[in-house]
């Protein structure tokens, strides 16, 4: 045998050593630390927190767009928001809804709220509105009837300041559907943490819910960094990135 074979086979022995002996070293060297396993569970949730659109046509609209704001005769870039996705098609599962929009401080007095079924009023109501303004929202209240499974209803809130006339005031619209929930969902419901709720609605393209359990969320803890990290993410998904920081403001009651 030459000594070149007798160099290989000799250095041969130590690496098979080596190969033998990695798989008992410790796993931790190759564990992921705390900090970083809770970085990524943040990350996943803020993913999760966006909102997905439900597999539906867009609603006909013969405004010309999609567009969820309405206009002001004043100098502002600020104006009537509706919080919608942008083709204004929200998902529900309750028999009367909580609705949302952005009302600037403007010098605003009354807003008027209709929801048809085609042609055909099925409710209208009027508010005073408070002299803090923001996001503002209204749910329908009982002597309101409530919204059938599958169909879809559209609707409008108008606002008018001090020196216009009724009906020369503007107006945004959007519309809502309303939903039987599937067996796995209304599981996955009924076993989530309350906490977590905003995150099954939104995943599952259910609009009006994410967005009032995220707005109670958020009155209910205005301090929470979790609650406010959902709440960016869900505007930022549709759009509504300028209306993030907006104060909430209270709820609508009808005067009539």
């Not at 969820?68 to 204004?88: D, H, I, Q, Y």
């Not at 503002?136 to 216009?164: N, Q």
Request: proline residues 7%; glycine residues 6%; hydrophobic residues 40%.
């Amino acid at each position: 045998m030459s000594w070149i074979q007798k160099f290989v086979n000799m250095a041969a022995v130590p690496i098979s050593m080596t190969v033998l002996v990695m798989p008992s070293l410790p796993r931790m060297v190759i564990a992921e630390s705390p900090v970083a396993l809770k970085f990524q569970r943040f990350q996943s949730w803020q993913i999760s927190q966006k909102f997905i659109p439900p597999n539906r046509n867009a609603p006909q609209t013969t405004s010309g767009g999609a567009t969820r704001r309405g206009s002001w005769s004043l100098e502002s870039k600020e104006t009537l928001t509706a919080l919608m996705p942008l083709n204004k098609l929200g998902l529900t599962l309750a028999e009367r809804p909580t609705f949302y929009w952005f009302i600037p401080q403007i010098p605003v007095e009354t807003a008027r709220f209709s929801l048809l079924d085609g042609e055909d009023i099925v409710y209208e109501t009027t508010f005073k509105l408070p002299k803090q303004l923001g996001i503002i929202g209204f749910t329908l209240p009982t002597k309101a009837p409530s919204l059938k499974v599958g169909k879809r209803y559209h609707w409008y809130m108008s606002i008018t300041d001090a020196s216009e006339e009724v009906g020369e005031g503007i107006t945004v619209d959007g519309w809502v559907e309303r939903i039987q929930p599937t067996n796995d969902l209304s599981k996955q419901l009924a076993r989530t943490n309350p906490k977590q709720l905003s995150q099954v609605y939104a995943a599952s393209g259910i609009w009006y819910e994410v967005l009032h359990t995220l707005v109670q969320q958020r009155l209910s803890d205005p301090s929470d960094r979790t609650v406010m990290a959902n709440w960016q993410a869900l505007l930022e998904s549709v759009g509504l990135k300028d209306l993030v920081s907006k104060p909430l403001s209270r709820y609508l009651e009808c005067q009539d």
